[in-house]
């Protein structure tokens, strides 16, 4: 399976309007790959608070509309990373879209944990509750959004309804870098998964993001990794590896779950 991750660049003087239309041309020109990823909040930019309200859509809303047609043309699966979703009851998500070759919508995933401690993301937007995966030929993917990284039950969660390759879109700020690719490589490890972590460059709302988009096998191994620009990364996955490294080092099976304390 060949994935391509698109790290944008976001930069607060470009409209929506205007980077919605370029990155479905970046999407486009990724013919020939099976899966492309793009990251969390990029229409918007995940640390510009101010524009969540005047900004967000419904699910079949305009970003979907475009990311939809990129797909058809380019005959790719597509996280379209993450939307500032609107609710029908007003209440705001982060919520992450996936769209099938057919520009079908095939899945979403409204971020469970939200950014913030009791500002910005935190207070702004509703948690969502559910795991979420979906089917690909060759792969089962697992969605999560930027923060919830940092938690690794939700990926455990994942892996155990199936997951094979956990796919994370994230506006993650340059200041914690080093703990975007050390938490990446823990989920891959741990979760004996490919991990597709997407990430913004550029500076949303002043906050520099960290770019340093990077692809890691089951192993930890990093197959790739970018810079701190906008930058297309392409890497060619072995559906059987995940089951190979599961069968050579099962430590998932050695689990203890449910033990209690006295």
Not at 15 to 44: N, T, Y
Not at 106 to 122: C, I, L, N, P
Request: charged share 25%; proline share 4%; glycine share 10%.
């Amino acid at each position: 399976m060949r994935a391509s991750l698109i790290q944008i660049a976001v930069h607060d003087g470009e409209s929506v309007v205007s980077r919605r239309s370029r990155v479905a041309e970046l999407v486009r020109e990724q013919r020939g790959s099976d899966l492309v990823v793009l990251p969390e909040l990029w229409p918007v930019g995940a640390f510009a608070y101010e524009l969540f309200e005047t900004e967000a859509e419904p699910l079949d809303g305009p970003t979907r509309e475009v990311m939809a047609k990129a797909a058809r043309d380019a005959g790719v699966w597509l996280h379209a990373g993450s939307i500032v979703e609107r609710a029908g009851d007003g209440s705001l998500y982060n919520t992450a879209l996936v769209l099938s070759p057919e520009g079908e919508l095939a899945a979403t995933y409204r971020k469970v944990h939200r950014f913030g401690f009791d500002q910005g993301e935190a207070v702004m937007m509703a948690a969502g509750d559910s795991l979420t995966t979906v089917e690909l030929p060759e792969q089962t993917l697992g969605l999560a959004t930027c923060y919830d990284l940092r938690f690794p039950e939700l990926f455990r969660g994942l892996v155990d309804v199936g997951a094979t390759t956990l796919v994370i879109a994230a506006g993650w700020p340059a200041r914690r870098r080093e703990h975007w690719t050390l938490l990446s490589r823990a989920r891959a490890v741990e979760d004996q998964a490919y991990v597709l972590a997407c990430c913004t460059a550029g500076t949303h709302a002043g906050v520099e993001q960290a770019g340093h988009s990077l692809v890691v096998d089951p192993w930890g191994e990093v197959l790739a990794e970018a810079g701190v620009g906008e930058e297309v990364l392409t890497v060619e996955l072995d559906p059987a590896k995940v089951a190979e490294t599961r069968e050579q080092f099962p430590a998932l099976k050695d689990r203890m779950l449910g033990l209690r304390h006295g």
